[in-house]
């Protein structure tokens, strides 16, 4: 099946309890549910077997959620692929009904939908975010593929609210070349903080 649109059903790609490697919730554990479907073409996207949804099996949300239940995780990270390219209202109503806390990862390139505990906006040169998704998230996490990003990541920076995170991530493969810049910008702008992706570090998912 490539497509439903029942919200009931998601293509899911993969699940698994983990620790949480970036931003806000860095350290934290939880578990991971990462939508089928991309669309927005990252260059250097490092998840690009997600993109084509066809490939998944799609399953009742009511699945998904008993998975995430018996992990025994307090919080759930929805991400992809894009996980906003589906209506996720029932998968969020499902998850809060058995206490769970919903986070999302998105690049914003597509209407928010579900009751989501915390958003991190991770808008993406490639697909123009909506401007939504400035006054709703609770994270701004812009990757920095090159020097430029700093000057792009300051421009979203600006639109969101006084009490959205601010985060600049290397991109893994420039981490080496990146991480002294983005070290220098956070000093010369205090708003925003560092954040490295300690999954890869840990070699863990
Ligand atoms: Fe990859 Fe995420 Fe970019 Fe989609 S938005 S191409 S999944 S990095």
Redesign the pocket.
């Known amino acids: 099946m490539s497509e439903i649109s029942d919200p009931e059903y998601l293509p899911v790609m993969e699940s698994f309890y983990t620790i949480q490697g970036e931003g806000f919730y860095s350290g934290t554990p939880a578990y991971f549910i990462r939508l089928g479907g991309?669309?927005?073409?990252?260059v250097?996207?490092?998840?690009?077997e997600?993109?084509d949804a066809s490939q998944f099996d799609w399953f009742h949300v009511d699945e998904i959620v008993k998975e995430a239940v018996d992990s025994g995780t307090r919080i759930v990270v929805v991400?992809?692929?894009?996980p906003l390219m589906y209506d996720l209202s029932a998968l969020t109503r499902s998850l809060q009904a058995q206490g769970l806390q919903t986070n999302i990862?998105?690049?914003g390139?597509y209407p928010l939908s579900g009751n989501w505990d915390w958003i991190c906006f991770?808008p993406?040169k490639?697909?123009k975010p909506l401007d939504e998704f400035y006054a709703n998230s609770h994270e701004l996490k812009v990757?920095a593929f090159n020097k430029s990003d700093l000057k792009w990541a300051e421009d979203h920076g600006v639109k969101m609210t006084n009490t959205a995170q601010l985060f600049l991530q290397p991109e893994w493969s420039k981490e080496k070349e990146m991480t002294p810049l983005i070290v220098d910008f956070v000093k010369r702008n205090p708003g925003w903080k560092i954040s490295l992706q300690t999954h890869k570090y840990m070699d863990i998912p």
């Open positions: 991309c669309d927005v073409g990252c250097w996207c490092d998840v690009k997600s993109w991400t992809g692929g894009e990862e998105t690049s390139a991770s993406k490639f697909k990757v």
